[in-house]
């Protein structure tokens, strides 16, 4: 009996070893995601985009914030010479003035946080959905992120794919017509 279940015992042995054993190849990678939106044209327009808009409309609000404290100023020199009455009155201006000043630059700033949110929200959903695509295109299984969020402790540099990645992003960009030559389109399609 003890040599029948070694027997049995062998023949499995030999069977499962004889069989060729599928070990399908996982290939990862990752990208340093801070890197990517650093190099990313798009991103880098992005960005430039709402630069100009804040100098500008920052331009407009700080010439107003200088007239204010030139008129500040004009308030602490003739304040003496015109009374009390006068100083209370116009004090009182100056402080609404400033808080109407103070609204207008925080006003600003949402509006902008908020207009540029929404598209660096779209830029980074479609930046996912071009790495998803690049994955399957590239056959890889994984593919990682890391940077500012962080999803890798450890990888080693050889599995770092972010300069294809952000080259082929570049290159799709590139190729893809601007957001002003779309709008055009877009008001021609609205009049039909």
């Not at 009996?1 to 030999?14: D, F, G, H, N, Q």
């Not at 006068?86 to 000043?101: F, I, N, P, T, V």
């Not at 700033?109 to 908020?114: A, E, G, T, V």
């Amino acid at each position: 009996m003890k040599k029948a279940l070694v027997i049995i015992a062998l023949s499995i042995l030999v069977v499962s070893c004889n069989k060729a054993t599928e070990v399908k190849e996982v290939k990862t990678a990752y990208i340093d995601t801070s890197v990517l939106m650093k190099e990313y044209t798009e991103a880098k327009d992005l960005e430039a985009k709402y630069k100009a808009q804040a100098e500008e409309k920052g331009r407009q609000l700080q010439a107003e914030i200088t007239r204010f404290k030139q008129d500040a100023a004009n308030f602490q020199s003739q304040a003496q010479a015109n009374g009390q009455q006068w100083a209370q009155q116009r004090g009182a201006e100056l402080q609404k003035r400033e808080q109407q000043l103070g609204y207008a630059q925080q006003a600003l700033s949402q509006q902008l946080q908020q207009e540029s949110g929404v598209e660096m929200d779209s830029l980074v959903s479609g930046v996912k959905k071009f790495i998803k695509e690049y994955g399957k295109k590239n056959g890889y299984s994984y593919i990682y992120g890391t940077g500012d969020a962080a999803t890798v402790l450890y990888a080693e540099e050889k599995y770092d794919i972010t300069k294809e990645v952000t080259k082929a992003l570049n290159d799709k960009y590139k190729a893809s017509p601007k957001a002003e030559e779309k709008a055009p389109v877009k008001a021609e399609e609205a009049k039909k």
